[in-house]
């Protein structure tokens, strides 16, 4: 499950607990857990660090450990065909309005 392509109303799953930092990198970080369970099914990059951004990745910040979750295809506004990140419409310019609309955690990225 990937929460950029899930409907936020109907979330499942949530940010939980305190921030922290691994041994590994100064990233920090906080658990995803589903809000039925209470199963911590993940992680999200809060703030990555300067050696990570520097590193070679694909700019996911959202961490599904593979043990907890599983995929699902999804049908695009058609109905009629898989959605596919490569498939996805270009999106339009943002308006100085939609601007106003970021939450601090976006802004600080």
Known sequence: MSTSTCSFKDR???LIGRCYFTEICKCKLKDIACL???NIVGYHV???CCSCLLSC????FWM?????VYGINR??????NFLLWGNLPEIEE???E?????????CIR
């Open 12 to 14: 499942t799953v949530d």
């Open 36 to 38: 039925k369970c209470g």
């Open 46 to 48: 809060i703030v990555p």
């Open 98 to 106: 939609d601007i106003l609309d970021v939450s601090a955690e976006e």
């Open 75 to 80: 049908l695009d506004s058609t109905g009629a």
């Open 64 to 68: 599904f450990h593979s043990q907890a």
């Open 57 to 60: 990745n694909n700019g996911h």
């Open 94 to 96: 943002s308006t100085d």
